[in-house]
Nanobody
Framework: QVQLVESGGGLVQAGGSLRLSCAAS????????MGWARQAPGKEREFVAA????????RYTDSVKGRFTISKDNAKNTVYLQMNSLKPEDTAVYYC?????????????????WGQGTQVTVSS
């Protein structure tokens, strides 16, 4: 089973940038779509972005389009989330996830396993 470890969270001022990383264990990382989700205090966990197993296609929730970029390095077993123009409403714990099924179209992405999360706090 793939294990995921996130890093890169922290405190940043509005308008700033952060890059989150998610290191995955397991030899079949390259066969899975990967994603990021976030959970703000008192709210449900929400989808943020996903990238296809081949790293050729991406999906984003509307609120982060044009500001966040997801990428995947299969050689390093790592997925990234570059976050620019951060807003206070982006404050949340960010979780990395791996698809529950391998090698399927990104349209069917559904998180199967999660990392422990990393806190992102954006001050106004």
């Amino acid at each position: 089973q793939v294990q995921l470890v996130e890093s890169g969270g922290g405190l940043v001022q509005a308008g700033g940038s952060l890059r989150l990383s998610c290191a995955a264990s397991g030899p079949t990382f390259s066969n899975y779509n990967m994603g990021w989700a976030r959970q703000a205090p008192g709210k449900e966990r929400e989808f943020v972005a996903a990238i296809s197993w081949s790293a050729g296609r991406t999906r984003y929730t509307d609120s982060v389009k044009g500001r966040f970029t997801i990428s995947k390095d299969n050689a390093k077993n790592t997925v990234y989330l570059q976050m620019n123009s951060l807003k206070p409403e982006d404050t949340a714990v960010y979780y990395c996830a791996v698809d529950s099924h391998s090698r399927r179209p990104i349209e069917f992405y559904s998180a199967g396993s999660w990392g422990q999360g990393t806190q992102v706090t954006v001050s106004s």
